[in-house]
């Protein structure tokens, strides 16, 4: 069994305050963090620790971030040996506000991981063809993204994609694909429409089936997931807890579902374990540090009564 992610590597540097600065104004923080995160790390942490064996492709900087990123992977049990350490780009930051609500907002610069070449992906044909599933997000290249649908229709092997940061696909790479994990904007972003109502994000859903994705799932924050798919629609509620930081909740999601889907969990199952997954996320702060563990998870769905 095992999961491939191909994706980013960033810093995220994290100011919590009251409320969110507005355009020209300052406010003042209550703290400020370092975490290492991004997209395609947090999923491939949510991935490992849910217990898959997982594989992580991407680039860091030749700096004090990149060095921290290859330390963290190795200590998680990854072989690091498949990370580029790029000479020419700093590994990529997020600055990230969270107010008191838990509420987020990040500007993104990926340096490093835009760099990443997609032509490597051709040297890894045989890990992929080996891998049962492969995730990536859009925090890389879109060239990234294609050539990985490319290998993984060639092969055969289930392609999962987290259209985020919010960008349209190409109707190559929603042809055949396996699972689409949007939230309601990136949903919109691909069908050029704004969604907002339950029956509108299965529509959307739907639009997307039509275009040859086997399986959408809308991820909707406190108002839990969608499953869309040629059997049906299935809603999977959230817990109710208290969250301190929702940064990585959605890829706490994508990388623990891909990772019990590797394991052999159906859909609707493996959506309930990582709604359990993105529960445990929130209540810690960071991307990386706040992934649960599997026995935290399922001492939580014990105790939850699921
Ligand atoms: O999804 C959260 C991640 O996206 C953060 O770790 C941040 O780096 C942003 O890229």
Known sequence: MSVIVVGSFITDCIATCKVAPKGGETVRGLSFNTYLGGKGANQAVASIRMGSDTLMLGAVGDDNFGHAFIDCLKNEGFDTNYIVV????????SLV???ESGQNRIVMTPGANTAYDYNLLKNYENEIKNANC????????????????????KHNVKYIVN???ALKLPDEVLDGLFLLTPNENELGIQIAKNPETLDEYIAGAKEMLKKGVKNVIVTLGVNGSLLVNNDGTCHIPSFKVKAVDTLGAGDSFTGSLSAMID???????????ATAVAALEVQKPGGIPAMPYKEE???FLEKAGK
């Open 97 to 99: 506000t969270v107010e």
């Open 134 to 153: 492969v995730v990536t997000q859009c925090e890389t290249t879109l060239d990234v993204v294609v050539e990985l649908s490319r290998l993984c229709k």
């Open 263 to 273: 394991q052999g969990y159906s859909i609707i199952d493996a959506m309930k374990i």
């Open 86 to 93: 790029d000479k020419k780009n700093p590994t990529g930051t």
């Open 163 to 165: 259209p985020a940061p």
């Open 297 to 299: 998870v399922f001492k």
